[in-house]
């Protein structure tokens, strides 16, 4: 007996009922599929606005630098040693940094800062303070500009919400203010061109610096103004400095935003007396998994044959990050369990209506001498066949919002904004494209299927004909 095909057949004797069923198990399917990618696409983006353009996912530092993070714990550096590191198969960029704290200061402004010293044209492959650069802000007289245009007051309703914002391009402008169609072709252009700021890169001998938006609007620093730093230098030499402000840059984590400073590598060497030595070199391969990050370090470890110098992973000299990680992805996953659960009496209530609509069906068949083992087979057969696709259908139904979400990810405005930015993490929810957790949740619903089918089968083994043909 030919099991499969009289599945086939009988799941397509009653279109809606299979229908009922298949549209629940998919649904489950696309929704938790959905909610797992904005989890993994938050952790994403806060790793790739963190570690990836900020920090690298690997450092080599001096032994105990992590323990006690002053100048007196750096280590001599030379360029032979960046040049054996990036013949290293796998590494994709190894960027030099000095980090420290200074005071900063403009007039009557005082704030702490982190100061970090950059070779400009190595630090574009990991943090590119190009692309950071602040090309638009949109002040008083970005508006009172548009007004004198004549531009509408819907349109400028819209840049009023947007004010003392910056912005690095033309698409961040038109995202923020919402600009589609029409509008955005008609007034765009008047929008940049009166909100246009000026600043430019370091070049790698600059004694000038680059300043985070957020602590620029802090210290009231613009373009051409001139900061204070003081600090304390190498082996507690005093430092202090005069250094004008080359741009102004805007970093996706809100919380760095508020306090960074670059300067270029000699003029941070100069400024704390270390001329010739480093507090990390920063490395990101070209493969970030967690099971090639064991593999890179052993490599740069093995390049470098230095006792006093250690090679460190994202998780280990940002233990902070790591543990926010994993405990929002716990609440995510209790959150995910809980889907998991109506999901589960969702498919089961459904396979309740179905037993419950082919009860008589069922008798009869028995009645007539149908095996009861032969039943349960076929039954069995027709719901892995319902799960199967669609288990498939939710998938790939979900694919079109994956990728939407990950090329243009949610942005938050308003208090909501204001509230995850507060928390130091940009206000932003990308979904995470295609990857194992799209199977996992497949494989998970596709269990629940299993799982539902032991009630089915019970009864058919339970069933007495009688009963079943009274139904």
Same mark, same amino acid.
């Given at each position: 007996m030919n099991y499969l095909k009289l599945a086939w057949r009988n799941l397509w004797r009653n279109k809606r009922r299979t229908l009922i069923t298949s549209a629940s198990i998919m649904f489950s399917v696309f929704f938790a599929i959905v909610m797992r990618s904005f989890q993994l696409g938050t952790y994403n983006h806060m790793i790739k606005n963190i570690i990836e353009s900020y920090s690298g996912f690997v450092q080599v530092q001096h032994i105990n630098y992590h323990d006690d993070m002053v100048l007196e714990n750096s280590f001599d550096f030379s360029i032979e040693t960046l040049s054996d590191l990036e013949n290293i198969e796998g590494i994709k960029s190894v960027t030099p940094r000095i980090e420290s704290f200074a005071l900063a200061s403009t007039g009557s402004q005082t704030k702490g800062a982190v100061v970090i010293g950059i070779d400009p044209e190595r630090e574009s492959q990991l943090s590119d303070p190009q692309h950071l650069l602040v090309k638009y802000r949109i002040t008083d007289k970005t508006i009172e500009l548009l007004v004198n245009s004549k531009i509408s007051t819907e349109i400028i309703k819209k840049v009023k919400e947007q004010l003392n914002e910056s912005f690095s391009s033309r698409e961040s402008v038109e995202l923020a203010l919402g600009l589609k169609g029409? $509008?955005?072709d008609k007034w765009i252009v008047n929008i940049l061109e009166f909100s246009k700021f000026s600043g430019k890169i370091l070049s790698p001998d600059d004694d000038g610096v680059l300043v985070s938006d957020r602590l620029s609007k802090y210290l009231k620093a613009n373009i051409g103004d001139t900061i204070i730093l003081i600090s304390q230098g190498?082996?507690?030499a005093s430092a202090a400095a005069l250094c004008p402000v080359r741009g102004i840059i805007k970093i996706p984590a809100p919380d760095l935003d508020n306090k960074l400073i670059y300067m270029s590598l000699p003029k941070a060497q100069s400024f704390y007396g270390m001329e010739g030595k480093l507090t990390s070199l920063n490395i990101n391969p070209k493969d970030n998994s967690?099971?090639? +990050?064991?593999? !890179?370090?052993?490599?740069?470890?093995s390049a470098l044959s230095n006792p006093e110098l250690s090679v460190k992973d994202w998780k280990e000299f940002n233990p902070v990050l790591k543990q926010q990680i994993e405990s $929002?992805?716990?609440s995510g996953q209790a959150i995910l369990g809980l889907l998991y659960f109506i999901i589960f009496f969702g498919i089961f209530g459904t396979v309740l209506m179905m037993v419950h609509e082919r009860s008589r069906e069922f008798g009869v068949l028995i009645s007539i001498g149908m095996q009861r083992t032969s039943l349960? !087979? !076929? +039954?069995?057969?027709?719901?892995?066949?319902m799960g199967f696709f669609a288990v498939l259908i939710g998938i790939f139904a979900s694919l079109p919002l994956l990728y939407y979400g990950n090329v243009h990810p949610f942005r938050f405005t308003g208090? +909501?904004?204001?509230i995850y930015s507060s928390m130091g993490f940009e206000p932003v929810m990308p979904m995470m494209w295609i990857d194992t957790y799209i199977f996992w949740q497949g494989f998970v619903v596709a269990l629940m299927v299993i799982l539902s089918c032991l009630y089915p089968l019970r009864k058919i083994f339970t069933m007495k004909e009688v009963n079943a043909l009274r139904a």
């Open positions: 029409p $509008d955005l190498y082996q507690g967690e099971r090639n +990050l064991p593999k !890179i370090k052993a490599e740069i470890a $929002d992805n716990q349960a !087979i !076929i +039954l069995l057969y027709e719901m892995l066949l208090d +909501l904004a204001k």
